[in-house]
């Protein structure tokens, strides 16, 4: 497993960017895909998007395809979040989230590790 703690929520209006940042711990980070989910209150964990364990290859949910942009950096074992035009329905709590092996449509429970979230609120 990889311990996992994200940082860079806040408070922004509509419009604003933010990065969030995930830093991971564990020898074998590298090998990990790595992906952000967002939890909005009342409403269930959603994916937002995924990059392979080389960075080579991302995968973004349609909702923030071309605003947000996911990166990572195997040698610090970070990986990051950069999120522009932000709208009022990207506020929730971001998790950072680690799995070895993912296949098909990234959900949640392929997922084993997660860090504690982010909250990120966006005023209108």
């Known amino acids: 497993q990889v311990h996992l703690v994200e940082s860079g929520g806040g408070l922004v209006q509509a419009g604003g960017s933010l990065r969030l940042s995930c830093q991971a711990s564990?020898?074998?980070?590298?090998?990990?895909?790595m992906g952000w989910f967002r939890q909005a209150p009342g409403k269930e964990r959603e994916f937002v998007t995924t990059?392979?364990?080389?960075?080579?290859?991302?995968y973004y949910a349609d909702s923030v395809k071309g605003r947000f942009t996911i990166s990572r950096d195997n040698a610090k074992k970070m990986v990051y979040l950069q999120m522009n035009s932000l709208k009022p329905e990207d506020t929730a709590v971001y998790y950072c989230?680690?799995?070895?092996?993912?296949?098909?449509?990234?959900?949640?429970?392929?997922?084993?590790?997660w860090g504690q979230g982010t909250q990120v609120t966006i005023s209108s």
């Open positions: 990059i392979s364990w080389s960075g080579g290859s991302t």
């Open positions: 564990g020898r074998t980070f590298s090998s990990y895909v």
């Open positions: 989230a680690a799995t070895p092996h993912l296949i098909g449509t990234p959900k949640a429970s392929d997922f084993g590790s």
